[in-house]
């Protein structure tokens, strides 16, 4: 059987929200967010494991939520870096021993869905890489220095979201290939599977899966949170 591990990175520090802590560490609905985004994972038969990334003095507190929560899941635990790019990483190298699958997934996205996440690992398999997407609303542009340089047609124009979905091998050496080259701050895992020229499959996402970023944002996830 081919093991799939979700990797949830919780290794920042939640600048833009701002706050006594970390987001992923702030209530919603009285529970910690990373919990709200740890059980979702916990109900997939389909997730074999789960490695949380989060800086090391977050490590004892995220213990207390794993016993006091009742989640179930086999769970390692790896250093936050400096970067997204960075915890990833640290997340890859972590896995346990006969891992295929990997998802990896923002600790802000409390509200993914047990059929997304079958979904991307579902199109991973087929297609070695995959990620939730929707349509933008908005026509997106490209801009330098507050000038349009480009405008590219809004039904060309997706939003991705996490998890994202890889096959083990290809996307550690898509990570070591992006550091031998000295990038260190991609937002993105699937940034980089698309820089070796290999394909990413995109499934549908949904609106309520969107990352909790912003003060306005908890307001937004208690909203989407108690209609349910
Ligand atoms: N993340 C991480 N390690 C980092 C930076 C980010 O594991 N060095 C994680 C965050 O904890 C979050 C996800 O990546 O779950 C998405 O990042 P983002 O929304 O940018 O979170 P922060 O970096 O914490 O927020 P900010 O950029 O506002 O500081
Ligand atoms: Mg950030």
Known sequence: MSKTVAIIVAGGKGERMGGDVPKQYMLLAGKPIIVHTLEKFAQVEEVDHIVVVCDPHYKLTVEEFIESYGIKKPITFAAGGRTRQASSF???VNCPEGV???LIHDSVRPFVTEKIIIDVIAATKEAGAS???IPSADT???AEDDIISEIPERKNVRRIQTPQGFDYAQILQAHEKALASGITDATDDCGLIVDLGEPVKLVQ????????TTKQDIDKAEYINKRG
């Open 90 to 92: 640290n997340g890859l």
């Open 100 to 102: 295929e699958t990997v």
């Open 131 to 133: 990620a939730p997407a």
């Open 140 to 142: 997106i542009v490209l």
């Open 205 to 212: 996402g949904s609106d309520e899966n969107f990352k909790i």
